[in-house]
């Protein structure tokens, strides 16, 4: 084998000086390639994952944390994680859920006045213009308790929950509009709309699917709840969605797995069958207009309100000719729309096959209202073959696809078969396949699911490590494994343990699209981006009596926090203002109170709030939890609290 870099070398220089370092490097290489028991092949892989120290990464991917709650940021092609971003879950570094300003983030996320300290994330999404990314919000649901949350990427913090007010699940959210107009969170489990009781057998009559789409201003980056409207659906499981772009804009697409409206040992209104959710050979694809039903749910006569959000029917969605089923293969998964919006392509769990349907030939059934005929809600059903460019064989399990620059080739992910195979989907034909492990769910290209893929490298979300790291206990990582689709045939670069929660969906952005700041105006409320109230300038630190309310206005510089001491009595309610006066990059200090379950983070010139009782007698000690300084074990004070 000839050593690796002196290959390079014999390239690029000719001198005696330089041949004899590289040959010297060569001997260094060959030694540890030997030492490790590492392959040509293997170097080269990691020369291509490898970034020196200050090196950054090319793309940023933002992963769901799955049962975490949270959203995680790493680089590629390093897949070095740079960040947990805190979203349905409290994050004690970030103190996100342990200030009062980050509380009452997370408590919009409540339901029905229950406090919900977790979510089940499933699929962040990046806001667009033009069906690209634009690189300023980013958008996730909990599918647990139906809710969308949306981070701010000029700081990545979560800045607004929203739960559904008529889901009980939801699952094909959250998805972009092409230009953020609004966000798509469609339901899962068919379930009534309203809060009360309803047996089982009411099923077909009183449980409901549908679509929430969700306003959202994309200037401030909120969602606009009075803006929004659910389209009303049947209950049929809908399932994963996305927003159609270019030839199709203005449409949305979701899939459905249990037309039997199967719900566990009775099916309402059809003979007992086995095999519940999946006896029917299809399913439905949800096919809606969102942009003319934006239209029809201005118009108060169109909507129903239920919790004092907008429902469109049925039946009004039908009559606006804007909601259409078409068949698909039984017990379907993925659907995702082509970079120019011209095809849909459907995956199933159940089906070896993916099925590419052609818009335009859907538009010209909804055209001429060509029907063959209408489901038990009265839906017209478009027919499946008229509205299919193809399928094409592709394995077991097949389940989501990712587009590629490269016109008509994508990549999709095979469940069962625990591969990613890479297809054209024009023609229909397979070009190759790479073995990952295991059990791959998603599958996350370089913005490859934009109207713009950049290609490079897929990352397989794989739901089982099995053998693949150390063993850490029954309960495994989840495997990230990185794949360069540069060349003609996948090479599965590297293994990324994620000790999280399962990564179902992970969507990635050119790092040069992300402005993110690296401090803020002083005295920022960093949750609503204004001013906030308690701002406290150095030499305006003080203590405030007003009867038993206390408030301390403190700020926080290396290596001091001023106040160094604050005298409360027992019982007093205290709200405590703390602003990092720091302009330096990365100076932030944490801020804590011994026993009393308070912490925060500051960030170069933000301010937050402690707001609690002083109900525990006693001496106790506050500090810094950031090593900010050479002084920081220094940077304390005490809170006494007293019996009056
Ligand atoms: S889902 Cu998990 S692999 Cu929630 Cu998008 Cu397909
Ligand atoms: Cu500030 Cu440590």
Redesign the pocket.
Known sequence: MKPVISKISSLLLGTTIATTALLAADVELSKVMKDRGLSEIDVIRAAKTYNPSGVKDEFVVFSSGGQSGQVIVYGVPSMRILKYIGVFTPEPWQGYGYDKDSLEVLRQGNIRGKEINWGDT??PALSEKDGKYDGKWLAINDKANPRIAIIDLEDFETKQIVPNPVFKSN?GGAFFTPNSEYIIEASQYGAPYDNNYHPIEDYKETYRGGVTMWKFDDKIGRIMPKDSFTIEMPPYNQD?SDAGKGESYGWGFTNSFNTEMYTGGIEVGMPPNEAGMSRNDTDFLHVYNWQKLAEVAKDPKNVKIINDHKIIPMDIAVKNEALFLIPEPKSP??VDVSPDGKYLIVCGKLDTHASVYDFKKIKEQIDKKEYIGKDPYGIPILDMKKSLHGQAELGLGP??TQFSPVDGEVYTSLYVDSQVVKWNYKNLKVLDKVNVHYNI??LAGMEGKSADPQGKYIIALNKLSIDRFQNVGPLHPQNHQLIDISGKSMDLLVDMPLPLGEP??AVSIRASKLHPKVRYDMGTNTKTGEQHIGKTLAGQERIERNGNHVTIYSTLVRSHINPERITVNKGDKVTLYMTNLERAQDETHGFTINDYNLHTSLEPGETSTFEFTADLEGVFPYYCTEFCSALHLEMMGYLMVKDP
């Open positions: 499933h699929h699952h994963l998964h993925g389940l989501h769910g998603h179902h969906q």
